[in-house]
C-alpha cells in the first residue's frame, strides 16, 4: 500500500532552519508529483510547494519563496523540504502528499504530517 513518512518536524526559533523528510513506498516514486501541504493551528490546509516526478516543474505557495526550497531523489524515494528563515507563521503541521498522476492537480494520498513550531 502507498506510504508517505514525514520527520525532522521540531521546534526551532524564528531565523532557523529545518530540513523535513518523506519518505514514500507501495508506488513508482518517480513517476508521480509530490506536495507539501501545512496547516496551522485554528487553520485550514494551505499549499507550500509542489515538485514534478523529474524535478522540471518546482512550484511554490507566495508566502514561503525564497526561504523554503522542496526537492526530491528519486533514488531513495524520498522529498525534501528545506526550510530556512523560518517566522513563526510558519508553525504548522506539514505533510507530503502524493497526487494522482505527474501534471494532475487531485491529491490521492497524504503522510501523518510532522509539527514545526517556530517560537522563541
Known amino acids: 500500500q502507498v506510504q508517505l513518512v514525514e520527520s525532522g518536524g521540531n521546534l526551532v526559533q524564528p531565523g532557523g532552519s529545518l530540513r523535513l523528510s518523506c519518505a514514500a513506498s507501495?508506488?513508482?516514486?518517480?513517476?508521480?508529483?509530490l506536495n507539501w501541504v501545512r496547516q496551522a493551528p485554528g487553520k485550514g490546509l494551505e499549499w507550500v510547494a509542489f515538485i514534478s516526478s523529474g524535478s522540471g516543474s518546482i512550484y511554490y505557495a507566495n508566502s514561503v519563496k525564497g526561504r523554503l526550497a522542496i526537492s526530491r531523489d528519486n533514488a531513495k524515494n524520498t522529498v525534501y523540504l528545506q526550510m530556512n528563515s523560518l517566522k513563526p507563521e510558519d508553525t504548522a503541521v506539514y505533510y507530503c502528499v502524493k497526487n494522482l498522476a505527474d501534471v494532475s492537480g487531485i491529491y490521492d494520498y497524504w503522510g501523518q504530517g510532522t509539527q514545526v513550531t517556530v517560537s522563541s
Open positions: 507501495g508506488f513508482r516514486f518517480s513517476t508521480y508529483s
